[in-house]
C-alpha cells in the first residue's frame, strides 16, 4: 500500500480538522502536508519535530512525523509515530495506512490485524485488499488470498507482487486457465521475468498446451546459462509429445548444469524404465550416486531398474540400501499424498492432528493423519512422540481394518525399529485388501531380507516389475510453480 498525495490532501485539509483541534496545530500541519508532498523529508521531520513540541498530543503531527520518518528510510522509528498516533486516535485512517504498510515492510504479523482495521473503515479498498492478499498467498491460505485480490483488480497491474502472487494462488488452486492469463500479464509487463515464463510455461502445460509451453520456454531452454528447473520441465513436456530423444538431451543439459539434481535423475530412470532401456539408466544412476552417494532415491529407483533387467539380488540390496539410508522412504515418492507433505510437517499441524484425535476419538483417519504427521518429523526412539507414532498408527488400523495407507505406515515403523515380522504381517495384510499396493510390496522384499523366507523375493520383484509397468498418470502435475527469486547453479559435467 502506498500512501497517496491525495490521502494527505483529504486528511489533512482544513475541512477535516476535527473541532477539538486548535486552530494552531493545523496552521502547524499545512506546510509538514507541503513538505511531504515535495517529498522533502529532511524539512517535513524537522517541521514535525518542532510542532510536536508544541503540541505533543497531536494525532496527525504523530501521523505526519511516521511518513517523513518511513520517507528518510527508518521504518522501525516511523511505525513507533505511526503506532504513538494510534493511541491517540485508534480509527485515523493515515495512520492505520502508515502502521500496515511499515508493518509489512518489515514483516510483522501485525499487518494483517492493521489491514483489517481499514477494510472496517473503507470495505471496498483495493490498496488493503492487495496487501492483505499478498500475506494469505504468503500463509499458504490461496482460497483467502484469491478473494481479496478479485477486490485489488483495479490495482493489481501496479502491484507486482501481489499480481504474482495472484497468479501463483490461482495456479495452486487448480485454476489453470486463468493462471495463464496471470502469468502472461506479468511476462508482458518484463519479457526478462524467467520465473514468470517458467510458472506461464507449466500452467500452459498443465491446460494441455504443450507446443505453447515449449515456445515459452524456448528462450531460456536456448540460453548458455542453462536452468536445471527450466530444462527439466522442458524434458517433461517434449517426453509427453513423444520426443523422448529430446527429452533426453535436455535432462543431460540438466544434469550438466547441475551434477546434483535428484529430480534430474529419476526422471531418467523413469524414461529409461518407461521405454525400456533399463541399463541407460542403470549407468546414469550409478554416476549420480558418484555425486550423491547417501541419496536413498537413487538407490531405489536403481533397484526398479535393475528389477526390470532380471538382476533380483541387486535389485533386492538397492532397495536395502534405500531403507537404511531412510527407513521412511516411499516407494512411490511423488504421489505420496498430502499428508505426508511440508505443511503438515510442523508443530501446528501436529496440534491440529491431535485435537483432532482428542475430538474424534474413533475416526481411523485422524489417528493415521496424526501418525503421517509425527513420522514425517523422525520421532528420536525413547521420546513421547516415538511411542505416540506407533499408537496412532495402530489405533488408525484397529479402527478401520480396511485402510490400506494406515497398514502401509505402520509396516514402514515396524520396518524402522527392526520388528521385522510385525512389518511383513502388516505389508501381507495390506497386500489382501489392495493386491496392486507398490509400497507393501517394497516393505516386504526389505523385511523378509533378514528371515529365512528370502526365497520369496524373485516373486515379489517380479511382482514389483508388473505393478511398475502398469499404466500410471503421467506426473506434470507434481511439477511445481516457481516464487520468484534466482536459483544458484553449479557447474560440474556429467558422463
Known amino acids: 500500500m502506498l500512501l497517496h498525495l491525495c490521502a494527505l490532501v483529504i486528511c489533512f ?23 511531504l508532498q515535495a517529498r522533502d523529508f529532511d524539512k517535513a521531520l524537522k517541521l514535525s519535530q518542532v510542532a510536536l513540541a508544541a503540541h505533543p498530543a497531536d494525532y496527525r503531527l504523530w501521523t505526519l512525523r511516521g511518513m517523513a520518518t518511513a520517507g528518510k528510510g527508518n521504518l522501525p522509528q516511523a511505525l513507533t509515530a505511526y503506532r504513538h498516533a494510534l493511541r491517540l486516535a485508534p480509527a485515523f485512517l493515515p495512520a492505520l495506512e502508515g502502521a500496515a504498510q511499515t508493518e509489512f515492510q518489515l514483516g510483522q504479523s501485525d499487518a494483517h490485524d492493521t489491514l ?47 499480481q504474482a502472487d495472484d497468479a501463483l494462488c490461482l495456479a495452486e488452486q487448480g485454476r489453470d486457465a486463468e493462471a495463464v492469463d496471470a502469468f502472461s500479464a506479468i511476462l508482458a509487463r518484463d519479457p526478462s521475468q524467467r520465473d514468470a515464463r517458467y510458472n ?17 520456454l524456448k528462450p531460456i531452454t536456448d540460453a548458455d546459462a542453462a536452468d536445471p528447473d527450466v530444462l527439466i520441465l522442458a524434458a517433461d513436456i517434449v517426453e509427453s509429445m513423444g520426443d523422448t530423444a529430446r527429452a533426453v538431451a535436455l535432462l543431460r543439459k540438466a ?6 539434481r535428484v529430480d534430474a535423475y529419476l526422471q531418467f530412470a523413469t524414461l529409461s524404465y518407461d521405454h525400456a532401456s533399463p541399463q541407460v539408466g542403470v549407468d546414469m544412476i550409478n554416476f549420480g550416486l558418484t555425486q550423491l552417494p547417501a541419496e536413498p532415491r537413487l538407490y531405489l529407483v536403481r533397484g526398479i531398474l535393475l528389477t526390470q533387467l532380471g538382476e533380483f539380488t541387486r535389485a533386492a540390496d ?7 539410508l531412510d527407513p521412511r522412504l516411499k516407494f512411490l515418492g511423488e504421489a505420496e499424498g498430502l499428508v505426508a507433505s511440508q ?28 501418525a503421517e504427521a509425527l513420522n514425517g518429523e523422525g520421532p528420536q526412539s525413547g521420546t513421547p512422540e516415538y511411542t505416540e507414532e506407533l499408537d496412532a498408527a ?13 497398514r502401509d505406515l505402520l509396516s514402514g515403523i515396524y520396518l524402522e525399529r527392526s520388528m521385522g515380522a510385525q512389518s511383513i504381517a502388516e505389508s501381507r495384510d495390506a497386500l489382501a485388501i489392495d493386491p496392486d499396493d507398490q509400497q507393501a510390496v517394497y516393505h516386504l522384499i526389505v523385511a523378509l531380507r533378514n528371515t529365512d523366507q528370502k526365497d520369496q523375493i524373485p516373486a515379489l520383484l517380479k511382482r514389483l516389475l508388473a505393478l511398475r509397468a502398469a499404466p500410471q498418470e503421467q506426473g506434470h502435475k507434481a511439477s511445481r510453480y516457481r516464487l520468484y527469486e534466482d536459483q544458484p547453479h553449479s557447474g560440474a559435467t556429467t558422463p
Do not use: M
Open 13 to 35: 485539509a482544513p475541512a477535516a480538522v476535527s473541532p477539538a483541534q486548535p486552530h494552531a496545530a493545523q496552521n502547524a500541519v499545512a506546510p509538514i502536508v507541503s513538505a
Open 116 to 162: 483489517q482495521k481499514i477494510l472496517a473503515l473503507r470495505p471496498e479498498d483495493p490498496p488493503t485488499h492487495a496487501l492483505l492478499g499478498i500475506l494469505d498467498a504468503r500463509a499458504k491460505n490461496c482460497a483467502n488470498a484469491l478473494g481479496h485480490f478479485e477486490k485489488a483488480r483495479p490495482v493489481l497491474a501496479q502491484q507486482p507482487e501481489a
Open 200 to 216: 506461464l510455461a507449466l500452467a500452459q502445460w498443465n491446460t494441455h498446451r504443450a507446443q505453447d509451453a515449449l515456445d515459452t
Open 255 to 260: 544434469l550438466v548444469a547441475d551434477p546434483k
Open 318 to 324: 538397492d532397495f536395502e540400501k534405500a531403507s537404511q
Open 343 to 370: 505443511q503438515h510437517h510442523s508443530a501446528q499441524a501436529l496440534a491440529q492432528f491431535r485435537a483432532a484425535v482428542r475430538e474424534h476419538p474413533n475416526e481411523a483417519y485422524a489417528h493415521y493423519l496424526l
Open 394 to 406: 495402530k489405533a488408525a488400523v484397529r479402527l478401520d481394518p480396511k485402510l490400506v495407507a494406515a
